[in-house]
Structures are given as structure tokens and as C-alpha cells.
């Protein structure tokens, strides 16, 4: 063997050698923090990161949290939509926390709640049983629905959370839900400025989730 092919052969052994070692303790992969949503986490209508979502990940680095933010949201979702896809997601990405912002679509059709709370039920038991904490994320329908249905509507959220002993955002719209201008032509999805309140709204029942930053 000739000594430049020797040369690269042993720089080809050592490199392979390389990737066998362990990660350095500093260089662990971080945490996934796993939003499974609807339009609303999705940022519908909004210009690219601009949503609560992205403003979260950006919090969670500036405050030293070493989160990697995945968003599985997708507009139009349902609590049955979520129940199918959560499987795959938490064997993917193993996530560390979940918050569960769905149900509004659920609502808005009119669907069956007690469905509904069997599916949030489902996805909150199946993100613990897989090492997650989880968030559930409440919210309300508009009073034309009725008074029984919208208090069902309420009760779905606050009974999987005491059932399952986990937090849940009481209201994801509070402080803003009655102001038109934070809300797009559809009277649906908020707009731009309505996103740092709805990730504080999330942050004041997820930062007891975060542990200490790193």
C-alpha cells in the first residue's frame, strides 16, 4: 500500500471511530417540547413566525430553557384528528412535555363532547404513560350554542384535567376574546398582536412544567 492511500485509509478508521463515541455530557440532545394543535397553534392567516408558537420557542431559548420546540399542529384538526396522529408523534420525538390545544374544532361543529373528552382523555393518559408532562389548553364556544353546550364544552376540559392531575389554560383567549381587532376578518383566528397573549396565557401554566433553565 502506498503511503497516501494508507494515509486516507487510517483518517477514514479514525473518522468512523469518531462517530462511535458518545456524545459529549454537554452536547445531550434536547428536550422536545410537543404542541399538537389546530389552526389556532398552526398560525393561520399569519405571516411565517409569527404565531405563539414560534414566539415560545424563541422565550424558551432567551430565558435559557434548552427546549427544541416541535409543532404538530395542523388547521382543522379535531380531538379525534389528534388521537390518531399522538401515537406516532410521541414514538418520533419522545417528548419531555405536550400541550394539547384542541377541541375548538370539535366545538364549532357542533360534535359529540363526550367524544370529544374521551379523546382528550385518550391523548393526555397516552403522553404521560410515554414519560410527558402535559398541558391541556382550554377554550370556549360563543354563547349562541347554547348555555347547556357551552358549559359541556367548558367541562370537558377542566374534568380530563382532574382526572388525569395535570394543569390545564383556563380560557387560551383571556384578556382578548371580546376585541375584534385581534382577531382576523373571520372572527376565528387571532391575529398578530394577539400572540404574545396567548403564549402568556400558556406560560403561566407551562413554566412549572420547564424545570430550571440550563
Known sequence: MNPTRRHWLLAGLAW???????????????????????????????????????????????????????????????????RSRLPALLKQHHPAIVVIELGG????RGGDLKSARDNLDFMTAEAKRAGAKVLLVALRMPPN??????RDFD??????????????????????????DMFQADRIHPTVAAQPLLLDNVWLHLE??????R
Do not use: C, H
Open 16 to 82: 468512523l471511530a469518531a462517530l462511535a463515541l458518545p456524545l459529549p455530557a454537554g452536547a445531550a440532545a434536547a428536550p422536545v417540547l410537543l404542541v399538537l394543535g389546530d389552526s389556532i397553534s398552526a398560525a393561520y392567516g399569519l405571516p411565517g413566525g409569527a404565531g405563539w408558537v414560534d414566539l415560545l420557542a424563541a422565550r424558551l431559548k432567551e430565558r435559557g430553557y434548552a427546549y427544541q420546540v416541535v409543532n404538530a399542529s395542523i388547521s382543522g384538526d379535531t380531538t379525534a384528528g389528534g
Open 105 to 108: 374544532n370539535d366545538g364549532l
Open 145 to 150: 350554542y347554547g348555555p347547556q353546550y357551552t
Open 155 to 180: 367541562a370537558m376540559y377542566t374534568s380530563t384535567a382532574k382526572a388525569q392531575k395535570v394543569p390545564v389554560v383556563p380560557f387560551f383567549f383571556e384578556g382578548f376574546a371580546e376585541k375584534n
Open 208 to 213: 412549572p412544567l420547564l424545570g430550571k433553565p
